[in-house]
Structures are given as C-alpha cells and as structure tokens.
T-cell receptor, first 114, second 114 residues
Framework: NAGVMQNPRHLVRRRGQEARLRCSPM?????VYWYRQLPEEGLKFMVY????????ESGMPKERFSAEFPKEGPSILRIQQVVRGDSAAYFC????????????FGSGTRLTVV | AQSVTQLDSQVPVFEEAPVELRCNYS??????LFWYVQYPNQGLQLLLK??????LVKGINGFEAEFNKSQTSFHLRKPSVHISDTAEYFC????????????FGKGTTLSVSS
C-alpha cells in the first residue's frame, strides 16, 4: 500500500518560470492538503481539496498559485512566474473521506528558485 | 484564531536521558492535537494524536504526550532517548471535523548525542 507520493522530490526553476508539483494520495484517500515549509518555519497550510473541488484555499497566496485535484490523476500545485521567495519545501497530505484526524504526509518537493 | 507555540527551538540531550518537548496552543474551542516527527529530507510521520478520552496518549517509538486542558498544553515525552530519535518534532492542532487544516508550531530540533 503505497503512501502519499510526491514528485519531483527536487525541482529547480529560474525566476519567471512555472513550477508544477504533483501529489498522488494514498489509495482510498479523497482529501488532499498542501502545506509549505519555509526555512526555520513550521508548515503553513495552503489549500484543501477534494476530487474536483477546492474546499479551503485560505492559505494560498492570492496571485501566481493555483491547485487542482481532478477526477483522474494526481493533485497539482502550480506556481506561475516563480520568485526567489517561493523556494521552500512543499508537502502534500491526504486523508480518507470518513471522519478521521491526522493525515498521511508525502516526502515533499523541495523547490529552489535561482 | 488558533496558534501553536513550541517553546524550545532546539533540545540537545544525551542518549538514554529523558526528554520533554513542550507545546502550548491557543484556541477557544475543543481541539485535536498531534505530534509529528520529520527526519532529514523526509516527510512528516505521525507520532501520536489526541482526539478525546484519556489525556495520556501513547505513540510510536516509545513517545507519549499528555493533554492538559487547563494549561492548554500537549507536551511530548520519552523516558530514554536513542541516537535515532534525532529529528525535528512538530506539534499541530486542528478544530472541528475531519478536513480542517492543521496548524503547526515552528518545530523543535531534538539532537541526541552519545
């Protein structure tokens, strides 16, 4: 039973390019959450999605960031026109649809903007 | 608004010594509390969680935590640490139903030396 799969593990982008981060939740999990971890900081919530729906995007920056979780395929976190301040580790977590607490996290994607 | 404070950013200890990592939270409603561990360049692994019931919660790897509602604390303890416990530890809180985002503390780096 594979865990939460994130790819790529490491991503280097030049300023102004686009970054696409992918997350495949655990089998049977239909809830996906994205978090960002800046150096010396804890994880900050970005967005919560269910299949084809954004449930809570209160933590997403207003510009350049978007997320989706299509009916088929992984969840995608997209960052357009990246800037140096976007350099961080981005973690995805998933949980099943029934009531439960706590989430299974992926190993993260470490984005470096040069 | 919820917040989580991890009072110590770094905790150095010797092998086989006891350790306590402190966590305080602020919330006006009932909360659910979690401790996660992050090894270098890996994702977060759930150590233990408090949802309801007994205030003493036992987790993996010999860790336990005690929920203290009056002091709004959820300190993590281990009676005897190993070198392999060296990692970053995060306390997190959520309110309400499943799907509510986790709010994380900034983390405590536990360094165990021989």
């Amino acid at each position: 039973n594979a865990g939460v799969m994130q790819n790529p593990r490491h991503l280097v982008r030049r300023r102004g390019q686009e970054a696409r981060l992918r997350c495949s939740p655990m089998k049977g999990h239909s809830h996906v959450y994205w978090y960002r971890q800046l150096p010396e900081e804890g994880l900050k919530f970005m967005v919560y999605l269910q299949k084809e729906n954004i449930i809570d995007e209160s933590g997403m920056p207003k510009e350049r960031f978007s997320a989706e979780f299509p009916k088929e395929g992984p969840s995608i976190l997209r960052i357009q026109q990246v800037v140096r301040g976007d350099s961080a580790a981005y973690f995805c977590a998933s949980s099943p649809p029934e009531k439960s607490y706590g989430y299974t996290f992926g190993s993260g994607t470490r984005l470096t903007v040069v | 608004a919820q917040s989580v404070t991890q009072l110590d950013s770094q905790v150095p200890v010797f092998e086989e010594a006891p350790v306590e990592l402190r966590c305080n939270y602020s919330s006006s409603v009932s909360v659910y509390l979690f401790w996660y561990v992050q090894y270098p360049n890996q994702g977060l692994q759930l150590l233990l969680k408090y949802l309801s019931g007994s205030t003493l919660v036992k987790g993996i790897n010999g860790f336990e935590a005690e929920f203290n509602k009056s002091q709004t604390s959820f300190h993590l303890r281990k009676p005897s640490v190993h070198i392999s416990d060296t990692a970053e530890y995060f306390c997190a809180v959520s309110e309400g139903q499943a799907g509510t985002a986790l709010i994380f503390g900034k983390g405590t780096t536990l360094s165990v030396s021989s």
